[in-house]
């Protein structure tokens, strides 16, 4: 096994394309990580405690874990990507509830381009709702972290962090265009790695430490269920439905014409929206958060009481968003009407199913019929952390990892990457078999006229 891996490093490495790939992606990647430590002009590092403990759990930790430690480090990158998101769901939800949007979608790439940039003007716009309601938060949290009542201190600030933000959006579409995987779901992956690797450290000291509050015993026990919990993430990402079609050909049988078929699967997942639906339904959390300060001290203390990441209300509504946006996200991915129609042209069928409006609606009650436990499945392992916190006993940042949103982020993410990254070494393959082949022939041919 070891020299299969280190056998896949080396054609990972020998292909020009996929290195130059993974470079430019580390140093975006870089970049982006940099970033996330400069302070915004005029804040004094030193005072920022405040800020540092708001962030240590809950859903403001989540949000820092989010842009990679960056909204507690008061930093240029502090609002990170997210608000981007916010404005892709405000998008993809117009493409369904409005004819016109819906319209750009069936565009192809000009309407992508379009439904794009309406997505950014709208992020510009939530930032400039956002960047204030940070600033506010900021001077609640700290004592002279920032100058008081300097207004060009707020709308310098606010400027910066959208600018920040929008750099961040920036990075993730060029790691898209030219690096490696989904640059959104890329940077997010970052900023949590960049969380857990303190977190599990934290946990090493206190359960090894002078004060162990459990020594190694317990230390194991939290490792091989942190094991068993990634397991049930990779069987949900990875799972399948396989539906038989028959792929209808036509065949001469004794100087007669028939119809042959050779039977296929088509594989419908078990959880086809990946992780989309639970980063929209953090998204959907966050905005509550970033409003508050801006509706005063009273406002902003009561959602954070409401909406206590180890609370009923929270969980309840966060279950309840990420059942309705993996429906969502699904039936925008996963068009059965369409499957039907090139199912209809390629001559193909399911056995037992009329071909057209019958089989869209077979694909359509395959497909709801295992979206739902996958669905279900996927709202227990994100509030899974609310649970196995109080009951394990693990640190508050640690227990994020135990399922919830930072977990399967991380597992969807990394197949996903990895996915990418065995598709362009397939591609090479290929194109390499076809050259050679190419060359054989010429090699042939010259012989042939020698």
Known sequence: MD?????????????????????????????????SFIVLPGVDV???????NQTKDGIMGLLNMFSGGAFSNASIFALGIMPYISASIVIQL???ALPSFKKLQRDGESGRRTLTQ????????????????YLVNLHMQTSGAVPANDWWFNISSTLILCGGSMFVMWLGERITDRGIGNGISFIILIGIIARFLPALGEEFAL???????????????????????????????????QVPINYAKQMAIGGA?????????IPLKVYAANVMPIIFAQAIMFIPYSVAPLMGEEIGSAFQSYFDYRGVAYNVVFALLILAFTYFYTAITIQPTQMAEDMKRTGSFIPGVKPGSDTAEYIDTIMSRITLPGALFLAFLAILPSIIGPVVGVNSQLAQFFGGTSLLIMVGVVLDTCQQIKSHLSKSSVNGMQTSSRIQRRSSAVTTND
């Open 46 to 52: 030193n005072h920022l405690g405040g800020l540092e």
């Open 118 to 133: 309406y997505t950014r003007i709208l992020t510009v716009f939530i930032l400039l709702l956002q960047g204030p309601s």
């Open 94 to 96: 117009l493409t369904v």
């Open 3 to 35: 020299n299969q891996i280190v056998k896949t490093f080396k054609d990972i490495w020998g292909n020009d394309d996929l290195r130059h790939r993974i470079l430019i992606t580390l140093l975006f990647v870089f970049i982006y990580r940099v970033g």
């Open 257 to 265: 014409k028939g119809i042959g078929g050779e039977r296929q699967y």
């Open 207 to 241: 359960q090894l430490g002078p004060n162990a509050n459990g020594g190694l015993i317990k230390l194991i026990v939290e490792i091989v269920l942190l094991l068993v919990v990634i397991g049930l993430a990779l069987m949900l990402v990875q799972g399948t439905r």
